[in-house]
């Protein structure tokens, strides 16, 4: 397949080497060959199986107009964007799009969305919270991935109140803490990302996932289906 890499950061750029390793064609376009959108045209986007962006926030949202305006296949790993996540949706699904977003790509934090959701369960009179550390260069706070464990948490109790405390510093890409506690005791459920490698492996298998396909899902519903 040959993908188109929006993005020349960090997670990016890794992106791009996990998909040449796993034996894609790449193109990857940074934000000063693509200001407003203006690279992504019909025609250039018609080369393209599948495109994937980690942009920033300013910069994914035209990105996605242009993309799933044409009808593209895209994987949208930027984050800080979900207030406009309805208008995305509707406009993924008026022009036959095929549109995969998610908070956090890594395989291991949708293993922990589904332990947290059981916690939450199994100790509904417990006080819970979440920390999150990102490195300093993170613009959204919390984090995507904090929000996403919430909701988890509060969609199997929705007498829970999560309050979430971010920090950034550093160079740590991601470590995301869950704590349940009561008078007698604390039950904590952690997930700390070692690098980016997690997330871009989990990108590109999404972008291999959704080639030929129509619709819109947020990668924590079909990760379980990836090869």
């Known amino acids: 397949m040959l993908f188109l890499v929006l993005g020349r950061g960090k997670t990016g750029s ?59 296949h895209m994987v949208v790993g ?55 550390t990102h490195h300093a260069d993170k613009k959204d706070a919390p984090s995507g991935t904090a929000l996403s464990i919430q909701r988890a948490l509060l969609s199997a109790n929705p007498a829970l109140q999560v309050e979430i405390t971010s920090k950034r510093e550093g160079e740590h890409p991601g470590l995301h803490v869950i704590e349940a506690r009561s008078a007698n005791d604390v039950i904590e459920l952690k997930h700390e990302a070692f690098s980016r490698r997690g997330f871009a492996e989990g990108a590109v298998r999404a972008a291999e996932w959704i080639h ?11 990760a379980n289906q990836l090869s």
Not at 80 to 103: H, I, P, V
Not at 212 to 222: A, D, L, P, Q, R
């Open 14 to 72: 890794l992106v791009a080497d996990v998909a040449h390793e796993r034996g894609h064609g790449v193109r990857v376009v940074g934000e000063e060959e693509n200001r407003n959108a203006a690279a992504l045209t019909a025609p250039f986007l018609a080369q393209f199986d599948a495109v994937i962006d980690f942009t920033t926030p300013e910069a994914v949202l035209l990105n996605m107009r242009a993309c799933l305006a044409n009808g593209a």
């Open 78 to 132: 930027t984050t800080g964007w979900y207030q406009n996540l309805e208008d995305m949706r509707s406009l993924a699904a008026r022009r036959g799009a095929g549109f995969l977003y998610g908070t956090n790509f890594s395989v291991g934090v949708q293993a922990l969305l589904r332990v947290a959701a059981e916690l939450a369960k199994a100790a509904p009179h417990y006080q819970f919270s979440i920390s999150e």
């Open 212 to 222: 030929g396909k129509t619709g819109v899902w947020e990668f924590s519903s079909i």
